[in-house]
């Protein structure tokens, strides 16, 4: 079990940019109910690729921060949780250990991984870091979503329980590795396109390199500003 950190926050514009964005994240002081789409008074400027039942959580690890800070330094966005855009933090605990399907108790709700994060050029004005998105998604270190089980009130310092597994050998970090490093390994893809508790979103990766052998192109995602 891992205590959890409860973050929340409100759309304003992206640092150099009129484009509005939920990710800066605060740490709230007192329970909160989690509906179906997210925590109560959580905001996501576009709702078209963030939040929904789908995405309604995002878990982002702190064991990260101090990776980031050896190799960016002591960035503003770094110092705290919150600089990734995530609604729950914990120590102890990463994408290498957490899978597709893993289900959680946090406080009175019940909670489902459902994908990876895919990180977007939104983070690159988040840190002014200009390739930030790009390294997000080269080092693995992207966090994760859950869709809402079961809704309930959670409280910060609630303990997030592992209650259930549904396939443990798909972590989110090999999932990672094959749709964004060995990313033609048809094996790998065809396994990831018969998940079908995994988020339809990234299922269709899968399902599309298999029929296109082809790998789409990121760089709208990962450097554009639209």
């Not at 925590?39 to 789908?54: N, T």
């Not at 033609?184 to 018969?194: F, K, P, T």
Request: proline letters at 5%; a neutral charge; one cysteine or more.
């Amino acid at each position: 079990m891992s205590t959890v950190t409860l973050l929340t926050g409100r759309a304003a514009p992206l640092p150099g940019s009129d484009t509005l964005s939920g990710i800066d994240k605060t740490p709230v002081s007192r329970p909160l109910t989690l509906g179906p789409e997210g925590f109560a008074g959580d905001e996501q400027a576009d709702r078209r690729v963030h939040g929904g039942i789908k995405k309604a959580v995002h878990h982002y690890p702190l064991d990260h921060y101090s990776d980031w800070r050896a190799e960016l330094g002591d960035l503003p966005a770094l110092t705290a949780p919150g600089g990734f855009g995530e609604n729950i933090s914990t120590a102890g605990l990463t994408e290498a250990e957490v899978a597709v399907g893993d289900t959680f108790r946090l406080g009175g709700a019940l909670i489902q991984v459902s994908q990876g994060r895919q990180p977007c050029w939104k983070l690159n004005h988040r840190f002014g870091v200009p390739d930030m998105a790009r390294r997000v998604q080269q080092t693995g270190r992207t966090g994760w979503y859950y869709r809402v089980l079961q809704t309930g009130t959670v409280a910060p310092g609630d303990r997030l329980e592992l209650i259930g597994r549904l396939a443990p050998d798909w972590t989110l970090r090999r999932l990672w590795h094959a749709l964004y490093v060995d990313r033609m390994n048809l094996v790998e893809l065809e396994g990831i396109a018969a998940l079908d508790f995994l988020a339809e979103g990234w299922r269709k990766y899968a399902v599309q390199r298999l029929e296109s052998r082809r790998v789409e192109d990121w760089s709208a995602r990962l450097d554009g500003t639209a």
